[in-house]
């Protein structure tokens, strides 16, 4: 059993997180909370004595309720205020972090809170997609410049959520051929601004005619053999394939894979999911793919955003009650990865 920032160190020589912006900043341009910059200068200065390099993400999700009182990314006045945090936090954190990740995931973002709606604010309303694009590009534009101004040494990007779309029939490749130009062409086109560009990927969906995915439509994965999670299909290939479209997209800019990972509660399954998913990064890594870093998701088995607790796609397990963490077989597995920079497939 490990706790705290031992944890971190077990399992890699890098973690990437992000900080409270409702805690850090309770209104509108307003200076940033003195405890709490401390509770986290201590945290990031900790995991920097470790010798554990930090991408720090500006915006993963959550806002502030001022924010959200505002309007939250539906007004052009929003990338302006996202600035103003940004400056202020590169000011007093800079000196603690290696990378930067401005906004994390814009695609899921806009999907989740404004096509499905579940994600804050809960609204299902097309018009507001557009919109609400052209503030998270502004924002993530100016979060760069604000960045680069104080710290120009130091790399920024963003993370772009991928998925590899597969069509059952061939009536459903039209659809799958507006999936792969809206995630991989569309919304990418938004955010070229970077240094490195970010990465996540988790799995395959299958059109037939909507989109199928376990944690939406359990079961009907199964009717046409597709091995899955809980949450994804299974899909190492998809992640090559991806990889090839970035590497023609950004020339020349590094890849650094920001959240890959498994949900299941079969430990002995992640392992082999991690085995699959290295060996297909390492080949593509051989053929001249320039991925400078990998960051598996989650270290923690945490609240998974609107899911909560029963989803664990940890390294760690956590006892809710006691917070008692306990490093899972898979944790060890990975640790070794990290340490050696090796694995061995046999």
């Known amino acids: 059993m490990h706790g705290g920032i ?15 912006w409702d805690r850090l900043q309770r209104e509108p341009r307003g200076s940033l909370d003195t405890k709490t910059v401390e509770e986290y200068r ?32 539906t007004i052009e006045e929003l990338a302006d205020i996202f600035e103003d945090y940004a400056k202020k936090v590169v000011a007093l954190f800079g000196d603690l972090v290696t990378l930067w990740n401005t906004i994390n995931e814009p695609t899921v973002y806009v999907t989740s809170a404004y096509i499905a709606g579940i994600f804050p604010p809960y609204k299902k309303d097309p018009r507001l997609v557009i919109p609400v694009i052209r503030n998270l590009r502004h924002g993530h534009e100016l979060a760069y410049d604000a960045v680069k101004n104080s710290r120009p040494e130091q790399q920024v990007g963003i993370s772009n959520n991928t998925m590899y779309f ?14 792969d130009w809206f995630y991989l062409n569309y919304m990418l086109n938004q955010f070229t601004l970077v240094d490195y560009t970010g990465l996540s990927y988790y799995g395959r969906v299958s059109i037939m005619p909507l989109p199928v995915m ?33 590497n023609h997209k950004y020339p020349g800019k590094p890849i650094i894979i920001t959240e890959n ?55 760690v397990d956590v006892n809710p009650q006691t917070m008692e963490r306990t490093i899972k077989e898979s944790g060890k597995f990975y640790s070794e990865i990290a340490k050696n920079n090796y694995l061995d497939v046999n």
């Open 166 to 179: 597969e069509a059952i029939n061939k009536y459903c490749e039209p659809l799958v051929r507006l999936a």
């Open 42 to 73: 201590n945290f990031l200065g900790t995991l920097q004595d470790k010798g554990i390099d930090v991408m720090l993400v500006l915006q993963y999700f959550a806002n502030p309720r001022w924010l959200a009182e505002k309007g939250g990314w």
């Open 261 to 315: 990972g498994f949900f299941t509660d079969d430990d002995n399954k992640r392992i082999e999911w991690i085995k699959r998913h290295l060996t297909e990064l390492h080949a593509y890594i051989k053929n001249g793919i320039l991925v400078k870093g990998y960051f598996y998701w989650s270290t923690f088995n945490n609240w998974e955003l609107s899911n909560g607790l029963n989803y664990p796609f940890g390294f």
């Open 6 to 20: 031992n944890v971190f160190a077990f399992l890699g020589n890098a973690y990437r997180c992000s900080l409270p």
């Open 214 to 246: 376990e944690i939406f439509s359990p079961g009907k994965l199964d009717t046409i053999g597709h091995e899955h999670d809980k949450m994804y299909e299974i899909y190492p290939e998809g992640l090559g394939a991806i990889l090839k479209h970035f």
